[in-house]
């Protein structure tokens, strides 16, 4: 099976720009789950999806959304950015969730400038 | 916010010693998950093991789950030079609805 693919790889955007971030995860994973890792705060949990409903959400502002498709595809959106923002964000999918364990994609590394 | 926290941050070992990694949790779980991640790249999966669970082996990985003290250790036998990565612990936490919390992990470096 083909592993989880994010979408871009890298991407560099200016303060208050929006920008979109794609992820496949493997065929029948129905969960997908996202984190924003930075040397100062780690891993944080970002919000999870399991079958087109967003299931758990972390401690992010409205800025942060995201979404999942009927195919299970997820897309990751930040409006406004700020340099704050600049990170690896990470797209992980599972069959279940937290019980389960998560594949990781290799992330998309946004500076935002 | 961090449910687990590694200890010690850094770990600096020739190969062939073994590694140990701690981890230290606040609220009872489900589950506690390691994961190990090289530079700049996505999280790799290395074992899971249950609340009702204390030890549990994989090749050359031993982990082991004390929930009285709410803690977990992963040991790395006969270290290579390609163990050299960041190793985190997950935990999926009673009141966390099913999400995994990560902690700050433990950068490894193992030197040949």
Request: aromatic share 8%; hydrophobic share 25%; net charge positive.
């Amino acid at each position: 099976k083909a592993g989880v693919t994010q979408t871009p790889r890298y991407l560099i955007k200016t303060r208050g720009q929006q920008v979109t971030l794609s992820c496949s995860p493997i065929s029948g994973h129905r969960s997908v789950s996202w984190y924003q890792q930075t040397p100062g705060q780690g891993l944080q949990f970002l919000f999870e999806y399991f079958s087109e409903t967003q299931r758990n959400k972390g401690n992010f502002p409205g800025r942060f959304s995201g979404r999942q498709f009927s195919n299970s595809r997820s897309e990751m959106n930040v409006s406004t950015l700020e340099l704050g923002d600049s990170a690896l964000y990470l797209c992980a999918s599972s069959l279940q969730g937290g019980n389960s364990p998560l594949h990781f994609g290799n992330g998309t590394r946004l500076t935002v400038t | 916010s961090q449910q687990g926290e590694e200890d010690p941050q850094a770990l600096s070992i020739q190969e062939g010693e073994n590694a140990t990694m701690n981890c230290s949790y606040k609220t009872s779980i489900n589950n506690l998950q390691w994961y190990r991640q090289n530079s700049g790249r996505g999280l790799v999966h290395l074992i899971l093991i249950r609340s009702n669970e204390r030890e549990k082996h994989s090749g050359r990985l031993r982990v082991t789950l004390d929930t009285s003290k709410k803690s977990s250790s992963l040991l790395i036998t006969a270290s290579r030079a390609a163990d050299t990565a960041s190793y985190f612990c997950a935990t999926d936490g009673y009141n966390q609805g099913g999400k995994l919390i990560f902690g700050q992990g433990t950068e490894l470096s193992v030197k040949p």
